[in-house]
Protein backbone atom coordinates (compact mmCIF):
# COMPACT_ATOMS: atom_id res chain seq x y z
CA UNK A 1 0.00 0.00 0.00
CA UNK A 2 1.22 3.40 -1.01
CA UNK A 3 1.38 6.19 2.08
CA UNK A 4 2.90 9.58 1.62
CA UNK A 5 3.33 10.78 5.69
CA UNK A 6 3.53 13.92 5.76
CA UNK A 7 4.92 16.24 9.14
CA UNK A 8 6.29 19.17 10.54
CA UNK A 9 3.74 21.46 10.39
CA UNK A 10 2.21 24.08 13.05
CA UNK A 11 1.88 27.49 13.98
CA UNK A 12 4.86 29.97 13.67
CA UNK A 13 5.74 33.32 13.48
CA UNK A 14 6.02 35.88 10.49
CA UNK A 15 9.92 35.44 10.06
CA UNK A 16 10.02 32.48 11.24
CA UNK A 17 11.12 29.25 9.94
CA UNK A 18 9.85 25.22 9.31
CA UNK A 19 10.48 21.90 8.15
CA UNK A 20 8.36 19.95 6.50
CA UNK A 21 9.06 16.10 6.13
CA UNK A 22 7.22 13.23 3.90
CA UNK A 23 7.88 9.72 4.65
CA UNK A 24 7.26 7.46 1.87
CA UNK A 25 6.37 4.02 1.49
CA UNK A 26 5.23 1.52 -0.94
CA UNK A 27 6.64 2.63 -3.67
CA UNK A 28 10.20 2.93 -5.87
CA UNK A 29 10.28 6.74 -4.03
CA UNK A 30 14.20 7.19 -4.62
CA UNK A 31 13.50 6.93 -8.81
CA UNK A 32 10.03 9.33 -8.74
CA UNK A 33 9.98 12.90 -9.05
CA UNK A 34 8.07 14.55 -6.14
CA UNK A 35 6.31 17.60 -5.32
CA UNK A 36 5.18 19.99 -2.45
CA UNK A 37 1.50 21.37 -3.52
CA UNK A 38 -0.14 24.01 -0.62
CA UNK A 39 -3.27 24.79 -0.45
CA UNK A 40 -4.60 27.80 1.60
CA UNK A 41 -7.62 28.62 3.54
CA UNK A 42 -11.04 27.75 1.12
CA UNK A 43 -8.87 28.23 -1.92
CA UNK A 44 -7.50 26.46 -4.91
CA UNK A 45 -4.10 23.89 -5.34
CA UNK A 46 -0.72 25.84 -5.81
CA UNK A 47 2.62 23.87 -6.85
CA UNK A 48 5.38 25.01 -4.31
CA UNK A 49 8.36 23.37 -5.58
CA UNK A 50 9.13 19.76 -7.11
CA UNK A 51 12.38 17.51 -7.10
CA UNK A 52 13.47 15.47 -9.42
CA UNK A 53 13.91 11.37 -8.54
CA UNK A 54 16.76 10.87 -11.42
CA UNK A 55 19.14 13.61 -10.81
CA UNK A 56 17.81 15.54 -7.59
CA UNK A 57 17.19 18.96 -9.93
CA UNK A 58 14.74 21.27 -8.07
CA UNK A 59 12.30 23.57 -9.02
CA UNK A 60 10.41 26.35 -7.07
CA UNK A 61 7.29 28.51 -7.54
CA UNK A 62 8.17 32.29 -7.75
CA UNK A 63 6.28 32.56 -4.95
CA UNK A 64 8.42 30.81 -2.69
CA UNK A 65 11.84 31.32 -5.03
CA UNK A 66 14.87 31.93 -2.21
CA UNK A 67 12.67 31.56 0.72
CA UNK A 68 12.32 27.64 0.52
CA UNK A 69 14.53 24.64 -0.37
CA UNK A 70 13.27 21.67 -0.83
CA UNK A 71 15.48 18.28 -0.64
CA UNK A 72 15.24 14.24 -0.57
CA UNK A 73 16.99 11.75 1.16
CA UNK A 74 16.52 8.38 -0.89
CA UNK A 75 18.48 6.33 1.74
CA UNK A 76 15.23 7.38 3.78
CA UNK A 77 12.62 7.24 1.10
CA UNK A 78 11.48 10.56 2.46
CA UNK A 79 11.02 14.44 1.33
CA UNK A 80 11.42 17.49 3.17
CA UNK A 81 10.71 21.52 2.30
CA UNK A 82 12.99 23.70 4.57
CA UNK A 83 11.02 27.30 4.43
CA UNK A 84 12.34 29.98 5.91
CA UNK A 85 11.07 33.82 6.16
CA UNK A 86 7.28 32.86 6.55
CA UNK A 87 4.59 35.09 5.97
CA UNK A 88 0.82 34.69 6.48
CA UNK A 89 0.24 34.50 3.06
CA UNK A 90 2.08 30.64 3.12
CA UNK A 91 -0.10 29.89 5.46
CA UNK A 92 -1.89 26.68 4.10
CA UNK A 93 -2.01 22.77 4.01
CA UNK A 94 1.08 21.44 2.47
CA UNK A 95 0.52 18.38 0.69
CA UNK A 96 3.50 15.92 -0.40
CA UNK A 97 2.65 14.70 -3.89
CA UNK A 98 3.90 12.35 -6.66
CA UNK A 99 2.34 14.45 -9.49
CA UNK A 100 3.45 12.84 -12.74
CA UNK A 101 2.66 9.37 -13.31
CA UNK A 102 1.96 7.85 -16.82
CA UNK A 103 0.46 4.93 -15.66
CA UNK A 104 -1.77 6.24 -13.05
CA UNK A 105 1.05 6.13 -10.07
CA UNK A 106 0.21 9.22 -9.01
CA UNK A 107 -0.01 9.71 -5.26
CA UNK A 108 -0.93 12.48 -2.36
CA UNK A 109 -0.19 12.51 1.41
CA UNK A 110 -3.02 13.71 4.01
CA UNK A 111 -1.46 17.36 4.17
CA UNK A 112 0.26 18.93 7.34
CA UNK A 113 -0.91 22.91 8.21
CA UNK A 114 1.32 25.47 8.60
CA UNK A 115 -0.44 28.72 10.33
CA UNK A 116 2.09 31.64 10.17
CA UNK A 117 0.80 34.56 12.66
CA UNK A 118 1.69 36.14 15.78
CA UNK B 1 -4.81 33.76 -11.03
CA UNK B 2 -4.44 30.61 -11.94
CA UNK B 3 -2.02 29.67 -15.00
CA UNK B 4 -4.93 26.99 -16.56
CA UNK B 5 -8.99 28.66 -16.80
CA UNK B 6 -11.61 26.67 -15.21
CA UNK B 7 -14.83 27.70 -14.49
CA UNK B 8 -15.91 28.27 -10.94
CA UNK B 9 -18.86 26.25 -10.94
CA UNK B 10 -20.84 23.76 -12.45
CA UNK B 11 -24.15 21.85 -11.82
CA UNK B 12 -26.47 19.43 -12.82
CA UNK B 13 -28.89 17.10 -11.78
CA UNK B 14 -28.97 13.36 -11.10
CA UNK B 15 -28.52 11.23 -14.55
CA UNK B 16 -27.13 14.40 -16.34
CA UNK B 17 -23.47 14.44 -18.30
CA UNK B 18 -21.55 17.48 -17.17
CA UNK B 19 -18.50 18.98 -18.71
CA UNK B 20 -15.86 20.81 -16.84
CA UNK B 21 -13.14 22.71 -19.19
CA UNK B 22 -9.81 23.62 -18.56
CA UNK B 23 -7.97 26.70 -20.57
CA UNK B 24 -4.19 26.37 -21.28
CA UNK B 25 -1.52 26.89 -23.59
CA UNK B 26 0.98 25.67 -25.31
CA UNK B 27 3.62 25.16 -22.90
CA UNK B 28 1.22 23.36 -20.54
CA UNK B 29 -1.52 21.20 -21.95
CA UNK B 30 -0.84 21.86 -25.20
CA UNK B 31 2.50 19.60 -24.82
CA UNK B 32 2.12 17.98 -21.57
CA UNK B 33 -0.22 15.77 -20.60
CA UNK B 34 -3.50 16.77 -18.35
CA UNK B 35 -4.48 15.80 -15.03
CA UNK B 36 -7.70 16.21 -13.46
CA UNK B 37 -8.29 15.65 -9.50
CA UNK B 38 -11.53 15.37 -7.22
CA UNK B 39 -11.35 17.03 -3.92
CA UNK B 40 -13.68 16.02 -1.39
CA UNK B 41 -14.56 18.21 1.53
CA UNK B 42 -11.07 17.91 4.10
CA UNK B 43 -9.26 15.63 2.17
CA UNK B 44 -6.24 14.95 -0.13
CA UNK B 45 -7.03 15.53 -3.81
CA UNK B 46 -7.42 12.51 -5.53
CA UNK B 47 -6.63 10.96 -9.07
CA UNK B 48 -9.31 10.89 -11.47
CA UNK B 49 -7.75 11.30 -14.66
CA UNK B 50 -4.06 11.22 -16.03
CA UNK B 51 -2.31 11.16 -19.61
CA UNK B 52 -5.23 13.69 -20.33
CA UNK B 53 -7.45 10.70 -20.85
CA UNK B 54 -6.37 7.91 -18.76
CA UNK B 55 -8.31 6.23 -15.38
CA UNK B 56 -7.09 4.98 -12.31
CA UNK B 57 -8.00 1.53 -11.40
CA UNK B 58 -11.03 2.39 -8.94
CA UNK B 59 -12.17 5.53 -11.17
CA UNK B 60 -15.58 4.84 -12.24
CA UNK B 61 -16.24 4.54 -16.43
CA UNK B 62 -18.88 7.64 -15.60
CA UNK B 63 -15.62 10.00 -15.64
CA UNK B 64 -13.17 10.60 -19.15
CA UNK B 65 -11.18 13.01 -20.04
CA UNK B 66 -9.88 14.25 -23.15
CA UNK B 67 -7.51 16.95 -24.67
CA UNK B 68 -8.07 19.57 -28.12
CA UNK B 69 -5.24 21.38 -28.48
CA UNK B 70 -4.32 23.77 -25.49
CA UNK B 71 -7.76 23.02 -23.70
CA UNK B 72 -8.93 19.54 -21.70
CA UNK B 73 -12.14 19.04 -20.47
CA UNK B 74 -13.37 16.33 -17.79
CA UNK B 75 -16.72 15.00 -18.26
CA UNK B 76 -19.23 12.78 -16.27
CA UNK B 77 -21.99 11.20 -17.24
CA UNK B 78 -25.27 9.75 -15.47
CA UNK B 79 -24.16 12.08 -12.75
CA UNK B 80 -24.22 11.17 -8.88
CA UNK B 81 -24.99 12.62 -5.57
CA UNK B 82 -21.20 11.78 -4.51
CA UNK B 83 -19.54 13.30 -7.49
CA UNK B 84 -20.78 16.68 -6.05
CA UNK B 85 -16.77 17.67 -5.38
CA UNK B 86 -14.43 20.20 -6.38
CA UNK B 87 -12.61 19.12 -9.21
CA UNK B 88 -8.83 20.50 -10.45
CA UNK B 89 -6.91 20.44 -13.92
CA UNK B 90 -2.91 20.11 -13.77
CA UNK B 91 -0.37 19.56 -16.02
CA UNK B 92 3.55 20.47 -16.03
CA UNK B 93 4.92 23.81 -17.96
CA UNK B 94 7.81 23.60 -20.09
CA UNK B 95 8.41 27.27 -19.86
CA UNK B 96 7.98 28.01 -16.17
CA UNK B 97 9.36 24.72 -15.40
CA UNK B 98 6.33 23.89 -12.80
CA UNK B 99 3.22 22.22 -12.24
CA UNK B 100 0.31 24.71 -12.84
CA UNK B 101 -3.11 24.25 -11.53
CA UNK B 102 -6.46 25.54 -12.47
CA UNK B 103 -8.73 27.22 -10.00
CA UNK B 104 -10.67 24.23 -9.53
CA UNK B 105 -14.51 23.96 -10.72
CA UNK B 106 -16.98 23.32 -7.68
CA UNK B 107 -19.83 20.88 -8.85
CA UNK B 108 -23.16 20.77 -7.51
CA UNK B 109 -25.88 18.17 -7.63
CA UNK B 110 -28.94 19.73 -7.77
Known amino acids: EVQLLESGGGLVQPGGSLRLSCAASGFTFSSSGMSWVRQAPGKGLEWVSGISGSDGRTYYADSVKGRFTISRDNSKNTLYLQMNSLRAEDTAVYYCAKLYCSDGSCYWGQGTLVTVSS | QSVLTQPPSASGTPGQRVTISCSGS????????GYWYQQLPGTAPKLFIYGNNQRPSGVPDRFSGSKSGTSASLAISGLRSEDEADYYCAAWDDSLSGWVFGGGTKLTVL
Open chain 2, 26 to 33: RSNIGSNS
